[in-house]
């Protein structure tokens, strides 16, 4: 039977596996590989910050999850694909190495957070990019007296070459992975601080290792400048963070600025299970270039899903949703089950909420891609999508079948 084994289990690897598994039932054998038993819902980590979810609330266990659709799990850590050889190196929970032969694999294990890279960062950094982050996070705050409040973006580390086989716009120059948690957590910061009745004893500061929210038109980083000048929110471009101190910030050329919390979605730089992999699968920042089919360039069994294929700009849930689904119809065709596969345009598709002021803003913004599509809606209506969609996604346990019908409702 064919064998297919899934890399990584959060947005991108679990939608390849579950609509995989639906498309081609008894055709092939699934297997995800995970470093973790657990995942999580992962949009909903900065709620786990200001202390109106906990982690457990977004945890989804794997190793019954997965079963239950017959799909099979493995716990371990990934670290290299041999793809001229047809197999993946891991390592299992005790240390021990393992290898796994496959005759289709789909990359989703995603990029590197490289906290490594800001020095200061285990002693005074802090984010929200995984549970534990949120969850240290959350005990920061809830201890915060008082004071300035830093929060912001390091910079991506996008390879360039080779590129990938798709128009050129689709795959713009970009100075952040993604800015969207940074404004949603500005957002919820006031509206946090508002409930404690501090806010006359704190002041924000948002960076950007660019211009601040470039994936989106003009006239909607204008409205953000614009909503920020209201709160007296401090907007900063082009600050690259290098270190961070127990008062302040610094960044490559030296500027610094005031801080007492600073909360930062790490630089993002390709995985090293993917630089360790056979050289000429990834490109030259460790992701790997695909066609529009998610299908690598140089191995034709080889899929990249979400932050791991080169073309994904930003580092998006929704475009890791989409390129898990594509991968998984055009995949389901080759093993002899005909099935229409969706096109990929990229759109940035994201909720930014603000549960303790009862709104949020949905984004829908195409114009980075050359589109004329731009939106950017602030509602109480957004704020009970955002709860809708985290309920479906735990419901389902992270099987996102009906998300291209959600993203724009």
């Known amino acids: 039977m064919t064998k297919v084994l899934v890399l990584g289990g959060r947005f991108g690897g679990l939608t390849a596996a579950y609509t995989l598994k639906r498309l081609v039932g008894s055709k092939a054998e ?10 999580y819902f992962r949009p909903g980590l900065p709620h786990v910050a200001i202390g109106v979810r906990s982690a457990d609330d977004l945890k989804i266990d794997l190793s019954q999850a997965l079963p239950e659709k017959g799909i099979e799990f493995q716990e371990g850590k990934v670290e290299k694909i041999d793809a001229k050889a047809n197999k993946v190196i891991y ?32 002693q005074y950094g802090y984010s929200v990019c995984e549970a534990d982050y949120a969850t240290k996070l959350r005990e920061k705050l809830e201890n915060f007296k008082g004071g300035t409040i830093a ?5 991506f580390y996008q390879g360039s070459n080779p590129k990938p086989k798709v128009p050129e716009n689709f795959v713009p120059k970009a100075d952040s992975a993604c800015e969207g948690p940074v404004f949603e957590m500005s957002l919820m ?3 946090y601080f508002m409930h404690k009745k501090m806010l006359d004893k704190v002041k924000l500061t948002v960076f950007s290792p660019g211009e601040y929210l470039s994936d989106l038109s003009p006239m909607s980083r204008k409205a953000v400048a614009s909503i920020y000048d209201q709160l007296g929110v401090k907007l900063v471009h082009n600050f690259r963070i290098k270190e961070i101190k127990e008062h302040e910030i ?6 610094k600025l005031e801080s007492d919390l600073t909360i930062v979605l790490p630089p993002y730089a390709g995985n090293p299970a993917l630089k360790n992999s056979t050289p000429d699968l990834i490109d030259d920042g460790g992701f790997i270039p695909t066609d529009l089919n998610m299908l690598s360039l140089k191995y034709d069994n080889v ?10 700009i930003p580092k998006l849930g929704y475009l890791a949703v ?12 080759r093993l002899g089950v ?34 004329n599509v731009s939106i950017a809606q602030p509602a109480a209506a957004n704020h009970l999508k955002k709860e809708l969609f985290t309920k479906y996604f735990m419901w389902t346990k992270g099987d996102m079948a009906l998300e291209k019908f959600l993203a724009s409702w």
Not at 322 to 333: F, S
Not at 340 to 360: H, L, M, Q, R, S
Request: one cysteine or more; glycine letters at 12%.
């Open 189 to 191: 910061l006031h509206g």
């Open 303 to 312: 899929y990249a899903v979400g932050d791991s294929n080169s073309m994904t």
């Open 250 to 255: 610094v960044d490559e050329k030296g500027n």
């Open 91 to 122: 390592s299992k929970p005790d240390g021990s190495a393992s290898e796994e032969e496959y005759d289709y694999v789909m990359v989703g294990i995603g990029a590197y957070l490289a906290t490594d890279m800001m020095k200061g960062w285990d």
């Open 30 to 39: 699934i297997k995800l590989i995970n470093q973790s038993r657990f995942t």
């Open 322 to 333: 989409k390129t898990g689904r594509i991968a998984a119809q055009h995949l389901a065709n």
């Open 338 to 371: 005909p099935t229409k596969i969706d096109t990929y345009y990229p759109t940035i598709v994201c909720v930014a909420d603000n549960p303790y002021e009862g709104f949020a803003v949905s984004v829908q913004d195409d114009t980075w891609y050359g589109g």
């Open 151 to 155: 929060i912001g973006s390091g910079p």
